[in-house]
């Protein structure tokens, strides 16, 4: 892809979805959660590049669950990332598996749990107003199915809102609904962007992954633009103000 094909197709997307959304304003600082994979990369990057059209305190933040051997190679590259483009990094590290016996969780939602709270409390520590995460379509896509699938209200079929607030005086905000997985890939590729993959994301016990990897492979034969229905199907649902 060459630089006026990206800018056409991908950099036009956040553009327009900054302008419609506003989620990042002049002066509000954000914290960004990066784990080194490629949407959340992309997200890093994409956040440094609008810092230098609208001024804003920024910090990268990579969570440590505990769990994987793998973190500490993770978090030593959002560090270079934050060093590379002269912004601070925070470690924040939780105990997923202690919240799983003590609260009687299942290991994905104490994750999550603890993630999100870690990344809110760090927020409030910095007096920053929203935390970012790269959630895409695809992500979005998948969320819808896999609520189709647990049988859910229509409301949750609203899936993920590009903001929403995360505690009180901090909003979780997602620029990169826009995009599509491959869009990201894209991205990436065009700016020289190195990324780590995260091999949990292949495990087929999990449903996100088998949604990801056996059931949308299947659709995608049969309706290229099935990410895009998907997601706005999501849109629409949001909008009847459930």
């Known amino acids: 892809m060459q630089r006026k094909e990206f800018v056409a197709r991908i950099w036009s997307k956040l553009t327009l979805a900054q302008k419609q959304e506003g989620l990042v304003t002049e002066g509000k600082g954000i914290l960004a ?8 990369t992309c997200l890093a ?27 500490l190679k993770e978090a030593a590259f959002v560090r270079l990332l934050g060093k590379k483009w002269g912004i601070p990094v925070s470690i924040l ?3 997923a598996q202690g919240a799983r016996k003590s609260r009687g969780m299942g ?23 929203a935390v970012a995460v790269g959630h895409q379509m695809d992500d979005q896509a998948e969320t819808v199915l896999l609520n189709l699938l647990r049988g859910v209200s229509l409301k ?9 607030f995360l505690s009180p005086g901090i909003e979780l905000i997602r620029p990169l609904l826009c995009l599509k997985r491959s869009e990201i890939l894209d991205y990436l590729k065009i700016h020289q962007l190195d ?16 949604i990801r990897h056996k059931v949308f492979p299947l659709l995608n034969e049969k309706n290229p633009r099935i ?16």
């Open 45 to 71: 990057h994409y956040l440094v590049s609008l810092r230098r059209r609208l001024s804003f305190p920024l910090e990268l933040a990579y969570v440590d669950h505990g769990l994987r051997k793998e973190a």
């Open 93 to 95: 590290k939780v105990n």
């Open 33 to 40: 959660a990066v784990s080194g994979g490629p949407d959340s």
């Open 107 to 129: 290991l994905e939602e104490a994750c999550r749990k603890l993630r999100y709270q870690a990344l809110s409390e760090r927020a409030k520590r910095l007096q920053f107003s």
């Open 227 to 242: 990410r895009e229905h998907l997601a706005g199907i999501a849109e629409q649902v949001r909008a009847l103000g459930l």
């Open 156 to 164: 949750a079929l609203g899936a993920m809102p590009p903001r929403r």
């Open 195 to 210: 990324y780590k993959i995260d091999e949990t994301n292949s495990n087929l016990e999990l449903m996100r992954n088998w």
